[in-house]
């Protein structure tokens, strides 16, 4: 079970959602970090190593739900939740002491808080370092927000809250602690690069040759020179370079199925 938020504390008026996969390794530091929330919602598509019971243990309220995509899996659980406010956490993340404190103390500012949605850094650990500049942080995080007026979007990869209203920004940091390998990882940038590439095809754009020679060179300028990735070490250089390796893969996805659809 959850241990309480604070021994003076009533836990907020907020539902904790997130959705999983075979995430019983890292379940744990992620639902401990959720103690100060009044609920937890686990959207599970399909576990088979345990996470739902692990869940279940520790004070969470599971549903089991067939994988309808990144954006359409998390709107599912927003619309399942038992709050308004909710706060959108992946199984690998966890509430730093910081973003928890400012959490609280925004609740505590009555009638209720000014702003539709809150956003906060995410800090990645990349090969063992915590990144701290470049594409790596500050990662701005749309995640707290009003379900009355915002959701998540549609889209099968790198999805996003969408808001009708003022964005606050809190302080402290989402702590993203992945532990899937470099080859892993990979592979997951070569599947979202497809996503990204159907997804802007079917929405009637195309891609340029242009396009698959320059956006990765403005791309490693951005964050490796005119966002310090640099500072980061070898972690920043090689997750830089994976990213501008995506964007050629996205373009180069595309600029193929084009060709293929002229023939």
């Known amino acids: 079970m959850l241990p309480p938020a604070s021994p003076s504390l009533p836990p907020l008026p907020v539902s904790a959602v997130l959705i999983t996969r075979n995430a019983v390794r890292e379940l744990p530091a992620c639902l401990a970090s959720l103690a100060f929330c009044a609920e937890i919602v686990v959207v599970d598509s399909g576990s088979e190593d345990g996470s739902q019971e692990l869940a279940r243990r520790f ?9 309808r995509g990144f954006g359409a ?15 959108c956490i992946d199984a690998d993340e966890r509430v730093s002491e910081r973003l928890r404190d400012a959490l609280i103390a925004q609740f505590a500012v009555l009638p209720a808080p000014t702003f539709c949605a809150f956003r906060f850094a995410r800090c990645n650990l990349f090969m063992g370092r915590y990144l701290r500049h ?3 942080y500050p990662d701005w995080s749309l ?5 009355r007026r915002a959701r998540w979007s549609d889209d099968a990869v790198h999805e996003k809250v969408l808001a009708d209203g003022p964005v606050g ?3 402290g940091d989402l702590l993203h602690e992945s532990a899937e390998s470099l080859e892993n990882y ?3 940038q070569n599947r979202y690069s497809t996503l990204a590439a159907e997804t802007a095809l079917a929405a009637g754009r195309r891609a340029t040759t242009a ?3 320059l956006s990765p060179l403005l791309r490693f300028v951005k964050f490796y020179l005119f966002r310090r990735g640099f500072l980061d070490g070898v972690p920043g250089l090689v997750h830089i370079l994976i990213g501008c390796g995506a964007s050629f893969a996205k373009y180069a996805k595309m ?9």
């Open 59 to 67: 004070g969470a309220r599971v549903i089991d739900e067939p994988w």
């Open 73 to 87: 899996q998390k709107q599912f659980a927003v619309e399942h939740a038992a709050h308004d406010w909710v706060l």
């Open 134 to 136: 470049g594409e790596g």
């Open 143 to 147: 995640r707290l927000f009003d379900r």
């Open 169 to 171: 920004t809190l302080e």
């Open 186 to 188: 990979l592979a997951k």
């Open 211 to 213: 396009q698959l020679v």
């Open 255 to 263: 600029l193929h199925a084009q060709r293929s659809a002229a023939k």
